[in-house]
């Protein structure tokens, strides 16, 4: 089954803890992204990658990292969490267009890791 | 600062109705898709509709985009009580680094 998983789902921790979480897709799709929801904002991308080694800032990278070591992987690491990182957040991957534009540009989403720093 | 706007914030209908939510943008966009997300789920892609698209069906769904006044609206038509979620709009305004999400319209169907 096409997916995108992400881990851990729930998560409480407390400032300063360092912690990643963890996203995987086996859809062999090139592009890769994680998002935060937070009420009333919507979603905001915190970083993209469009291939192994490729990486680049959304709009709230600030206090995030990320890695593109391989292609089905993309973890998101807060090295030292604040309160105001306590958000709900999206893993989402698609296949990146080709020369024959061909692709949907549909995002495919993880079920979302919900995260709680104190 | 985000790039699309959702107009109504919420909405409520009964079963049958049709239900439909607008959204706005500040900028040129090569394309503008519509997702919807189930309470604490994540979100999926309903549809995309391109810039140079003025209308595109699928199933019950209607979308239209006007560019010259930067707005797209999803229309669905007979609503379900399962058609209960949260519908955003994203766009992209370069090839594909950025996908830009509104804050999302809640609808809530009713039986």
């Known amino acids: 089954e096409a997916q995108v998983t992400q881990n851990p789902r729930y998560l409480i921790t407390v400032t300063g803890k360092k912690l990643t979480v963890t996203c995987s897709q086996n859809?062999?799709?090139?592009?890769m992204s994680w998002y935060r929801q937070d009420p009333g904002l919507g979603l905001r991308q915190i970083y993209y990658?469009?291939?192994?080694?490729?990486?680049d800032k959304g709009d709230v990278p600030e206090g995030y990292k990320v890695s593109r070591k391989e292609k089905r992987n993309f973890p998101l690491i807060l090295e030292s969490p604040s309160p105001n990182q306590t958000s709900l957040y999206f893993c989402?991957?698609?296949?990146?267009?080709?020369?024959?534009?061909?692709?949907?540009?549909?995002?495919?989403f993880g079920e979302g890791s919900r995260l709680t720093v104190l | 600062s985000q790039q699309g706007e959702e107009d109504p914030q919420a909405l409520s209908i009964q079963e049958g109705e049709n239900a439909t939510m607008n959204c706005s943008y500040k900028?040129?966009?090569?394309?503008l898709q519509w997702y919807r997300q189930n309470s604490g789920r994540g979100l999926v892609h309903l549809i995309l509709?391109?810039?140079?698209?003025r209308e595109k069906h699928s199933g019950r769904l209607r979308v239209t985009l006007d560019t010259s006044k930067k707005s797209s609206s999803l229309l669905i038509t007979a609503s379900r009580a399962a058609d209960t979620a949260s519908y955003f709009c994203?766009?992209?305004?370069?090839?594909?680094?950025?996908?830009?999400f509104g804050a999302g319209t809640q609808v809530v169907v009713t039986p």
């Open positions: 989402a991957s698609s296949l990146r267009t080709g020369a024959s534009g061909r692709n949907t540009g549909e995002l495919f």
């Open positions: 859809m062999n799709h090139e592009y």
């Open positions: 990658s469009m291939n192994v080694e490729v990486t």
């Open positions: 900028t040129s966009i090569n394309n």
């Open positions: 509709i391109r810039s140079n698209e």
């Open positions: 994203a766009m992209t305004t370069d090839s594909w680094g950025k996908l830009q």
